[in-house]
């Protein structure tokens, strides 16, 4: 099937509801917003679940704005995902799961987790994640030095390490020449830096999803607030 196929199968062939979900934790915006639901069926066994946010109380071309942000990411994604369950002829029901957690929200700022769960074979399935921290004055997705601008790697790896302990985690394993990469799912939050790590990422498939907090008091005696 062609990429112009599969895009139509994207745009038009999903069954679309909405519920209410996802307190804010800000009392200047809305106490709620809108959880788009859209499935597409790619044939008898393979399926896409998509969920993904929509805002009420923003304007229609805002919301187009953040949407793009995130079907910039989510799509090309999904349309390999596509294209493989086409390829291989398997009877497994296969799956892409996408979910979303809003991590912080204000006037100017729209910090959300993506997290998508795959299945194409195998044990189990894997789980992945993209973070956003949104500018709602430009609508960009920001670097971490936007706010951070004195970040220091290692200092949060040495934090990190340290509560991957206090969690009875085992394992805690980074490259020091590609620390940006393992600190790349980032969320600014009113109480401090969250990061979260997708399993494989710091240690064993058995050690699951990890999250650690890193406290406003706590970057400001690393002087990296």
Not at 35 to 43: G, V
Not at 95 to 114: A, E, T
Request: net charge neutral; with cysteine.
């Amino acid at each position: 099937m062609n990429k112009l196929k599969i895009m139509l199968l994207i745009g038009l062939l999903v069954t679309t509801n909405y519920a209410f979900s996802q307190n804010i934790q800000q009392a200047r915006v809305p106490k709620k917003v809108i959880q788009k639901n859209d499935l597409i069926r790619i044939n008898d066994f393979d399926t896409v679940k998509i969920s993904f946010p929509e805002f009420p109380l923003m304007s229609e071309p805002d919301n187009d704005k953040i949407r793009k942000i995130l079907t910039d990411y989510s799509h090309p994604l999904m349309l390999d995902f596509i294209e493989l369950c086409y390829k291989y002829d398997h009877e497994r029901g296969f799956f892409q799961n996408w979910s979303y957690d809003i991590v912080y929200q204000s006037q100017d700022i729209l910090s959300l987790k993506l997290r998508y769960d795959e299945y194409t074979g195998g044990a189990h399935a894997n789980t992945f994640f993209k973070t956003f921290n949104i500018d709602l004055n430009t609508f960009q997705n920001v670097e971490i030095e936007h706010y951070y601008p004195n970040i220091d790697y290692k200092k949060i790896e040495k934090y990190c390490a340290n509560e991957h302990k206090k969690m009875a985690k085992e394992f805690w394993t980074t490259d020091s020449s590609h620390y940006k990469n393992t600190f790349k799912n980032w969320n600014y939050t009113k109480s401090g830096l969250l990061l979260s790590f997708a399993p494989y990422q710091v240690g064993p498939y058995s050690q699951g999803i990890s999250q650690v907090l890193i406290p406003n008091e706590e970057l400001e005696k690393m002087q990296i607030k």
